[in-house]
């Protein structure tokens, strides 16, 4: 148990579709993060939401839409995605984004295929 | 050009080799981390560290701040140490936001 859940694991989707991916973290941290893993690549940031406010979103194509109705609960809603999209979504919690001892928890991710 | 950049990209050693896993970075940082991410896709905080050297039960993490290098060693290594080690550096101006390495593929064979 990581404390930090996402979910579906895997999820196949056509370039139509609409999907959710879910995160939802049990360590009372203020902080959420959606993180792109691509293979072969390093891990690329996309959005950051602290206290709920987004905070950063890292020139992430629009058909990535975020969602955070609490500290809790981090959405990441998709729409009309492209094959290249096709990668492991992973959802990350720290307590606050100001501290640089302030460690990240992540989930197990989101397997994402688009067809 | 990466700012962090990782070596070897993979390695497989021999059930009980000592393993180096090395990390040089471009940036100032407050805190360098390092990872461990296994197949099924979860990453876990192995070490994080700002000076000298950390060790946990087998794996030692050691940094050179003023060489701007790290390294991640395996001691007696075991099939189960297999997976993805990623090194990660928290910039000065940057907070808890992370930039990562390309990660190295380890596989300890029995």
């Known amino acids: 148990e990581t404390g930090v859940t996402q979910t579906p694991r895997h999820l196949v989707m056509g370039m139509t579709n609409k999907k959710s991916l879910k995160c939802e973290q049990h360590l009372g941290h203020n902080a959420m993060y959606w993180y792109k893993q691509s293979a072969k690549k390093p891990l690329e940031l996309m959005f950051v939401y602290n206290f709920k406010e987004q905070t950063e979103n890292n020139s992430v194509p629009s058909r990535f839409s975020p969602e955070c109705p609490n500290s809790s609960h981090l959405f990441l809603h998709l729409h009309t995605l492209q094959p290249e999209d096709s990668a492991l979504y992973l959802c990350?919690?720290?307590?606050?984004?100001?501290?640089?001892?302030?460690?990240?928890?992540f989930g197990n991710g989101t397997r994402l295929t688009v067809t | 050009k990466n700012e962090v950049e990782q070596s070897p990209q993979n390695l497989t050693a021999q059930e009980g080799e000592f393993i180096t896993i090395n990390c040089s970075y471009s940036v100032g940082i407050s805190a360098l981390h390092w990872l461990q991410q296994h197949p099924g896709g979860g990453i876990v905080s192995l070490f994080m560290?700002?000076?000298g050297k950390k060790k946990h039960g087998r794996l030692i993490a050691t940094i050179n701040i003023q060489e701007k290098h790290s390294s991640l060693h395996i001691t007696a290594s075991h099939p189960r140490d297999s997976a993805v080690y990623i090194c990660a550096v928290a910039r000065e101006t940057s907070g808890s936001r992370l930039t990562f390495g390309e990660g190295t593929q380890l596989t300890v064979n029995p």
């Open positions: 990350a919690s720290s307590q606050d984004i100001g501290r640089y001892n302030s460690p990240l928890h």
């Open positions: 560290l700002s000076s």
